[in-house]
T-cell receptor, first 112, second 114 residues
C-alpha cells in the first residue's frame, strides 16, 4: 500500500530534550515536506526537500532541522524543543509538482 | 500576510442539501488551486483541483468554481452526506512550483447533519 508513515503518532516531552520525528514514504517520491497545523493557523510549511541531500526552509523553520540522506526518509529534528512547538505535525510527499501531496497521519507533539 | 483565506471556520448543512465552502486569495500569481479534506486523526487527502485556465471542474458530487477577477474559489458538494463531515483546506500555488509550494488556508470544518 502506497503510504507516508510517521512515527511516533503521539509524543510528550519536556523543554530542551532533543527529539526526532521520523517520516518514510514507499512511493519513490522525490519531494518531501513537513507541515505543522495549529488552531486558527491552518497548515504551515516547516522544511521541504526536492531530492536527496537537497533541503530548504519553508515558512516556519525556526527551531527545526531536517535531513534527507535517503530518498524514502525525511526526519524532523527538534534539537531543543520549546512549548511553542506543541503542535500537530504532518509529513507529506509528492512525485512531481503536478501531482498532489500525500500526507502521513500526523504526529501530535506536546512540549511541557 | 495571509495569502489564502477561508473566512468561515465552520459550516453546518443538512444531509442531502448543498454545501458551499469558500476561499479567497490575494496573490495574483497563483494559478492552480486545490482542495484537501481532513478527517480527525488522519492526514489531509487530495480532493479536487482547478487550473486558472478553467472556471469549473467537476468530480462526482464535488465541483470547484474559480472566479479569477474576484480572486475567489468555492467548493460545492451536492448532495451532502454525513461522511463529508471533515475539515476542508483550500490551497494555492504557482504553475511549475505546483504541490512543492502550496499555500494553505486555515480550513473550514464542515458538519453534515443527518
Amino acid at each position: 500500500e502506497a503510504q507516508v508513515t510517521q512515527n511516533p503518532r503521539y509524543l510528550i516531552t519536556v523543554t530542551g530534550k532533543k527529539l526526532t520525528v521520523t517520516c518514510s514514504q514507499n512511493m519513490n517520491h522525490e519531494y518531501m515536506s513537513w507541515y505543522r497545523q495549529d488552531p486558527g493557523l491552518g497548515l504551515r510549511q516547516i522544511y521541504y526537500s526536492m531530492n536527496v541531500e537537497v533541503t530548504d526552509k519553508g515558512d516556519v523553520p525556526e527551531g527545526y532541522k531536517v535531513s534527507r540522506k535517503e530518498k524514502r526518509n525525511f526526519p524532523l529534528i527538534l534539537e531543543s524543543p520549546s512549548p511553542n512547538q506543541t503542535s500537530l505535525y504532518f509529513c507529506a510527499s509528492s512525485l512531481d509538482p503536478n501531482s498532489p501531496l500525500h500526507f502521513g497521519n500526523g504526529t501530535r507533539l506536546t512540549v511541557t | 500576510d495571509q495569502q489564502v483565506k477561508q473566512n468561515s471556520p465552520s459550516l453546518s448543512v443538512q444531509e442531502g442539501r448543498i454545501s458551499i465552502l469558500n476561499c479567497d486569495y490575494t496573490n495574483s500569481m497563483f494559478d492552480y488551486f486545490l482542495w484537501y479534506k481532513k478527517y480527525p486523526a488522519e492526514g489531509p487527502t487530495f480532493l479536487i483541483s482547478i487550473s486558472s485556465i478553467k472556471d469549473k471542474n467537476e468530480d462526482g458530487r464535488f465541483t470547484v468554481f474559480l472566479n479569477k477577477s474576484a480572486k475567489h474559489l468555492s467548493l460545492h458538494i451536492v448532495p451532502s452526506q454525513p461522511g463529508d463531515s471533515a475539515v476542508y483546506f483550500c490551497a494555492a500555488t504557482i504553475s511549475g512550483a505546483g504541490s512543492y509550494q502550496l499555500t494553505f488556508g486555515k480550513g473550514t470544518k464542515l458538519s453534515v447533519i443527518p
